[in-house]
């Protein structure tokens, strides 16, 4: 059983900056894509950036320029490097592999405000 475990999150100011990391259990991680999403409250999980197993990106156009996403293949981790947050960055971000059935982690906080 694949599991994706967050951390990183926690209460930043505007302008500042956190990294997310997502940690996989299991094996096999390189050959899928990986991706950040995105869910605050009362709005739709949206996707935030992914990254293929030959590490093409792809940004959503509100975090383009601020945010990157990486990964690490022999860790089992992808990060996502959020600077310049604002308070619309505000939301639960999750990690999920691309994968059928996608797999999903539990989610970690982000908050953004002075």
């Known amino acids: 059983q694949v599991q994706l475990v967050e951390s990183g999150g926690g209460l930043v100011q505007p302008g500042g900056s956190l990294k997310l990391s997502c940690a996989a259990s299991?094996?096999?991680?390189?050959?899928?894509?990986m991706g950040w999403y995105r869910q605050a409250p009362g709005k739709e999980r949206e996707l935030v950036a992914r990254?293929?197993?030959?590490?093409?990106?792809n940004y959503a156009g509100s975090v383009k320029d601020r945010f990157t996403i990486s990964r690490d293949n022999a860790k089992r981790t992808v990060y996502l490097q959020m600077n310049s947050l604002k308070p619309e960055d505000t939301a639960v971000y999750y990690c999920?592999?691309?994968?059928?059935?996608?797999?999903w982690g539990q989610g970690t906080q982000v908050t953004v405000s002075s």
């Open positions: 990254i293929t197993n030959n590490g093409s990106r």
């Open positions: 999920n592999r691309d994968s059928r059935p996608p797999v």
């Open positions: 299991g094996s096999l991680f390189s050959i899928y894509a």
